[in-house]
């Protein structure tokens, strides 16, 4: 299915940063379309930590009210899906999803986080982000009592279990 607009921006990715461009863009009367699956990275995590005026709210609250305040700008459309395939094309950027859409946007933001790889230790991924986590500035001071394990792969890649 091919759509005839033209967007702005496509923004790839409707969690944190995605919204936050998307507030930016639809606030400067920019007409963009936000493309995101629904599965945040931190959808695990019980509590946030370290955000301002949100501290001890969980990711789904913080989203939620994220996303309802960016949908006041009626420049900005969301699509529920994922992007499977994009090329430059001569209007700019054609974007696909899983479902066959296709978009067009003149510019392209990905917001699309991160992808976590655990390693092969049974029970890993269920605890992660409740018991093993990985930033001691965003979960540190809730396990600050207690004696860590630290597992490092590399110097940029550090777990902490607890």
């Known amino acids: 299915m091919k759509e005839n607009r033209i967007y702005d921006v496509i923004i790839i990715g409707g969690s944190y940063a995605g919204l936050s461009a998307a507030m930016v863009l639809g606030r400067s009367l ?4 936000v493309i995101d699956s629904g599965i945040p990275c931190n959808r695990q995590t019980p509590h946030s ?3 301002l005026t949100q501290d001890g709210k969980t990711p789904l609250e913080i989203a939620t009210i994220a996303k309802q305040q960016v949908e006041q700008y009626e420049s900005i459309i969301f699509e529920n899906g994922v992007v499977t395939d994009g090329r430059f094309a001569s209007e700019g950027f054609e974007i696909c999803t899983e479902e066959g859409n296709i978009y067009i946007g003149r510019k392209l933001i990905f ?3 991160v992808k976590d790889i655990f390693p ?3 029970g890993f991924s269920a605890c ?3 018991s093993v986590i990985h930033c001691p500035y965003c979960h540190g001071y809730e ?3 207690q004696k860590p394990v630290l597992l490092e792969k590399g110097i940029r890649q550090s777990i902490y279990l607890h």
């Open 49 to 51: 930590h370290n955000f």
């Open 143 to 145: 396990f600050k009592h």
């Open 30 to 33: 920019r007409d963009v379309l």
């Open 128 to 130: 992660w982000g409740i």
């Open 120 to 122: 092969d230790i049974k």
């Open 111 to 113: 917001a699309t986080g």
